[in-house]
């Protein structure tokens, strides 16, 4: 069964990469700028590494890359993959969700 969150219920985002190019940063810094702009405040957004995502983290977006890894550290997290990391569509969807209240369910 996949897991689920409500969108008013997520305090967190961890983005999560291993690329080393500063691409989860990139993407980090787009949701901050998306979540702002739809007035949704109170959602810590940062990025992790795949390798050292804390295991307790409850919701995770991430490169479906990294999607195996990143189940095997956190196993109870919402994980929310993406293919692009500019202009992804996911991620517009993601962030409206969000702002919605809406209920997002893992990838």
Known sequence: MAK???????????VVCEAGIGSSLMTVNWIK???KKLKVEGI???HSAASRVDEDATF?????AFEASVKKRA????????????NDPVLA????DI???????SS
């Open 93 to 96: 969807k993601l962030v409206a």
């Open 75 to 86: 196993k109870s997290a919402v994980i929310v993959t993406f293919k692009y990391f500019l």
């Open 60 to 64: 995770i977006v991430c490169h479906e």
């Open 4 to 14: 689920s969150i409500k969108g008013k219920a997520i305090e967190e985002i961890v």
């Open 44 to 46: 810590d957004v940062y």
């Open 33 to 35: 700028k998306e979540l």
């Open 99 to 105: 702002a919605a209240g809406k209920t997002i369910t």
